[in-house]
């Protein structure tokens, strides 16, 4: 005679039938991927100055996520600093999904002492990127790790296999924590030179007994002679480009933010705030020594700036000695920036090359399509606007409103922004405002970025891989379209914009949602200088933009209809908690015994 269920079993069994359910309407089909972070302080000392980070787990930097493309992503976040919180996945393209994106133009922040989870899928992508804490200069503070896409097994990946995947995080640091630092930026203050460079948040290798000081804890990677070794280097730092190189080794250019290039051999590589390559090193000298990797300060006086150099050690397993001799120098080129222009033309789209699809990542002829918008978006120096130092874009410093873009489009809530970001840059005075752009579902749009400043710049777009199609010094002209690359320039997500140039980029518009517009230069990105992209489906259906999550938070105008949290219980209940919970379920229910 069978057994009988108790009754307890019975509901259990058909909650789990009804979450089962709930699955099925999601993209249950490609494998999950969880991850539970909890994002708190730490003392540190990088520099070898004890100082306040803000560390992911316990680390500094934070876990790398590692997935293939079409994977569902969860990550469960535990604030528990003692300010907002938002984490925003750079490079990450958020398909339909502009909600989990986590900046402030789309998301409530994460108050403090409580959590939230991102439910988000990878879908056709693939390569190299780095997620960062969004709000007020903290990534200034740490926060930040690497994001990577792997192709699935059915995709090619044009290059053989590597031994080992090592994530370099570079950037500039200061060892004044973000308070600090954002005090100077409200007070009309530069934040001045860095104090140093760090790599994967760890100082200087002693190179120089004067420039360095005993006891700075370096990094060391551990490599096998005649191996090949993905690197993917990202720079995440304030607003410093660094010059990546290796003694001895040649750097073989292979993927940049989530695009396959033509493979080219540098000694070395410029690489700007905010973006990532991937290079294929091969162990291919002798082990006599060990040898230095440098990440150095561009584009200033190299003999002030000289401190300002991150120095890690490459380590043959058979080495037999530490690395010795002078670092292996920078271009040549200290302010003459022509020849970093040249290398950055130099950087290609690999069009045979296969994407995270089947179809060739080249197939898309990008140059033979219609442009439907142009915007001319230029910065400038820091201006003054109603007695506060402001950075503009195109004459306007953007003001984030409590309520976030997205959230007032679905609760219709009135006057939070204005689609009235002017398609070239406004005359008069500057202006303070929470302008956005009114994108065209399925448009093609032409940006040109015009940095009349003195400093570099580089520009990022949340939600697309642009395609990055001339570069040049001087002020752009209808007339600069006759230089432009139609056919194999380099799609990404972050470009630099030289002093006294200008870059154009076009983007396809078929991502549905709100998308951050931002120079990647945290200064003059805290002060304003960014906008929105807003593009929707005038037939609006859940084909071209998934659902608002069930756990979204509230804030600004819709406060009140935010359900009350506490740490302690956990991310709400609503579908990306059920997904997460699930599988444990399951499990526990088979330990169950049914008497």
């Known amino acids: 005679m069978p057994m009988a269920l108790s009754r307890a079993h019975v509901l259990f069994f058909f909650f789990l039938t009804n979450v089962s359910l709930l699955l099925n309407f999601t993209n249950a089909e490609d494998p999950f991927a969880f991850y539970n972070f909890e994002v708190t302080y730490i003392t540190a000392s990088p520099l070898g100055v004890p100082q306040q980070v803000i560390a992911i787990n316990g680390k500094f930097p934070g876990p790398t996520i590692n997935v293939t493309t079409n994977n569902n992503v969860v990550v469960n976040v535990r604030n528990k600093l003692d300010e907002d919180l938002l984490l925003h996945w750079s490079g990450v393209q ?178 700007h705030v905010g973006q990532s390559y991937s290079f294929l090193i091969t162990m291919d000298q002798n082990a006599s020594s060990d040898y230095y990797i440098v990440a150095s300060a561009r584009f200033v006086n190299e003999s002030r700036w000289q401190r300002v150099t991150g120095v890690g050690i490459l380590h043959y397993t058979n080495s037999k000695g530490k690395a010795h001799g002078p670092l292996p120098p920078p271009p040549d080129d200290e302010f003459d920036k022509t ?160 002093p006294g140039a200008w870059t154009a980029i076009l983007v396809s518009l078929d991502n549905v949602g709100v998308w951050n517009l931002r120079t990647e230069n945290l200064d003059s990105w805290y002060l304003g200088q960014e906008t929105y992209i807003r593009v929707v489906n005038p037939e609006a259906n859940n084909k071209t933009e998934l659902p608002m999550p069930d756990n979204a938070l509230f804030c600004g105008a819709l406060k009140k209809l935010q359900k009350p949290q506490d740490i302690n219980s956990g991310a709400s209940i609503g579908g990306n908690t059920v997904k997460l919970l699930f599988p444990w379920l399951v499990f526990v229910f088979a330990l169950i015994p049914i008497f």
């Open 94 to 271: 958020q398909r339909r999904s502009s909600w989990q994106d986590g900046v402030l133009g789309t998301n409530c922040p994460i108050p403090s002492k409580w959590n939230w989870t991102y439910q988000f899928q990878v879908k056709d992508q693939i390569g190299s990127f780095f997620y960062f804490p969004s709000l007020n200069l903290q990534r200034a503070a740490g926060g930040f790790g690497g994001f990577i896409i792997n192709n699935r097994a059915i995709i090619p990946v044009p290059f053989d296999t590597p031994h080992g995947d090592i994530v370099i995080m570079i950037g500039d640091w200061y060892t004044r924590n973000h308070t600090a630092l954002r005090k100077d930026l409200d007070a009309g203050k530069d934040l001045g030179m860095p104090d140093g460079v760090l790599i994967n948040g760890k100082g200087p290798y002693r190179y120089n007994d004067t420039l360095v000081p005993d006891g700075i804890d370096f990094e060391q990677f551990d490599v096998q002679p005649g191996k090949t070794y993905r690197l993917r280097v990202h720079n995440v730092g304030v607003s410093t480009s660094l010059n990546f190189r290796i003694q001895s080794h040649n750097l073989l250019l292979a993927e940049s933010e989530g695009s396959y290039t033509v493979q080219q051999n540098y000694t070395s590589l410029d690489i």
């Open 339 to 498: 020849f970093s222009m040249n290398q950055a033309r130099s950087i290609r789209w690999n069009v045979s090359a296969s994407g995270a699809r089947p179809n060739p990542q080249g197939s898309f002829r990008y140059g033979s399509i219609n442009v439907t918008d142009i915007y001319v978006l230029r910065n400038k120096p820091r201006e003054k606007i109603n007695g506060k130092s402001r950075a503009t874009l195109s004459g306007i410093s953007f003001v984030n409103p409590s309520t976030p873009i997205r959230l007032a489009d679905k609760y219709k809530v009135k006057g939070v922004y204005k689609l009235d970001f002017p398609t070239k840059p406004i005359t008069g005075p500057p202006q303070a405002k929470t302008s956005v752009i009114n994108g065209t579902y399925r448009g093609f749009m032409e940006i040109i970025l015009q940095n009349n400043d003195t400093k570099m710049h580089s520009y990022h777009l949340s939600g697309y891989a642009f395609f990055v199609v001339g570069m040049d010094y001087g002020e752009w002209t209808n007339n600069s379209r006759g230089t432009y690359n139609k056919w194999d320039g380099i799609a990404r997500t972050t470009t630099q914009v030289y």
